[in-house]
């Protein structure tokens, strides 16, 4: 079992910054990749940024050169520092992490709000 619980969200000017973290508990020797994704109200649950057991990692083009994802493998810890933030930015985020043999996890989500 993996549990992750995703902090740092919050309310931002556009051109602002915010970093999320996700933080992971349990057996989490298996991930694979780790990912963040959004979801804003009526649309469907999106791709974000994602980095691999090697570090690789991939961003949507919407966040490209505006977001990085990381991780802290010390602290159990996941981060997406976003930057140049847009009212488009604007959704829930959740982390993501994709077991190498079991099912996918997913936090609860952390409400980020880009509003002048």
């Known amino acids: 079992q993996v549990q992750l619980v995703e902090s740092g969200g919050g309310l931002v000017q556009p051109g602002g910054s915010l970093r999320l973290s996700c933080a992971a508990s349990?057996?989490?020797?298996?991930?694979?990749?780790r990912g963040w994704y959004r979801q804003a109200p009526g649309k469907q649950r999106e791709f974000v940024a994602t980095?691999?057991?090697?570090?690789?990692?991939n961003y949507a083009d919407s966040v490209k050169g505006r977001f990085t994802i990381s991780r802290d493998n010390a602290k159990n810890t996941m981060y997406l520092q976003m930057n140049n933030l847009k009212p488009t930015d604007t959704a829930v985020y959740y982390c993501?992490?994709?077991?190498?043999?079991?099912?996918?996890?997913w936090g609860q989500g952390t409400q980020v709000t880009v509003s002048s």
């Open positions: 980095i691999n057991a090697v570090g690789r990692t």
């Open positions: 349990g057996n989490i020797f298996l991930i694979s990749t």
């Open positions: 993501n992490y994709v077991a190498v043999a079991g099912p996918d996890y």
